[in-house]
């Protein structure tokens, strides 16, 4: 059986001298989506923190694509991050955003035009992403993310200000992404389109 894409053994992680997570042993397969719940506090964040190598661990092992996270060009090739909202550049449109990513990403998995088609953000691509609605710019950070090319995608609560036609639509599109999917939510419906792994 292939390694896993994503593997914690007994991972714990202590954050000012409180126990966040405690011997978390997490196993994702290449292609699963894995919907990481619990209550406000339970360590989701902390959790995908450590999997994209931004929060070390107290304790235990982090294993992603076959490594230990780290912070290089060849581990961001692979790994895409959603999850606060990202700094926007003035005097940019949404869709000159989303050239950018495609220039600095090659080989992008969507064309600008498909990613605003995609997303719902058509009719307002010329606009900064300033003027959008809280959801529209979650939509363009979303569409950011899975625009670029990557293997594993990391989603800090995808469903943030999602009205719920959209909630819908982006369950579809994570089950379209060829990739492996690790996301924190608390949308019942969306971790409904994976495995759920309950924390806390
Ligand atoms: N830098 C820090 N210093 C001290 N405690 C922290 C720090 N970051 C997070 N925590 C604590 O760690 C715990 C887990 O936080 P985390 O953000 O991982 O939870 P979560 O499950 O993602 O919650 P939510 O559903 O509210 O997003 C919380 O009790 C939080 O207060």
Redo the contacts with the bound molecule.
């Keep these: 059986m292939s390694e896993p894409v994503v593997e914690t053994i007994g991972l714990t992680v202590k ?2 001298g ?1 126990t ?1 997570l405690k011997d978390v042993d997490l196993k994702v397969r290449q292609g699963e989506i894995v919907a990481l719940t ?1 209550v ?7 959790l995908l923190r450590c999997l994209a190598g931004l929060q070390r661990p107290s304790g235990g092992e982090v294993r992603v694509l076959g490594r230990e996270p780290e912070d290089s060009p060849g581990f961001w090739r692979e790994v895409a991050v959603s999850g606060d909202e990202p700094s926007w550049y003035p005097g940019l449109s949404a869709a000159e955003h989303l050239e950018l990513m495609g220039t600095v990403h090659q080989g992008s998995r969507m064309s600008v035009a498909d990613a605003l088609e995609n997303f719902g953000l058509t009719a307002r691509a010329d606009s900064p992403p300033v003027n959008y609605s809280t959801g529209q710019r979650q939509r363009l950070t979303l569409a950011a993310a899975l625009m670029r090319p990557s293997s594993l995608l990391l989603l800090d ?1 995808p469903e943030r200000g999602l009205d719920r036609d959209f909630r819908d639509r982006l369950g579809d599109l994570l089950c379209e992404y060829p990739g492996t999917v690790v996301m ?1 939510t ?1 949308s019942a419906e969306l971790a409904a389109r994976g495995r759920e792994v309950a ?1 806390g």
Excluded: D, P, R
């Design positions: 954050l000012g409180e966040v619990g406000n506090g339970a360590g989701k964040s902390t609560e924190a608390h924390l």
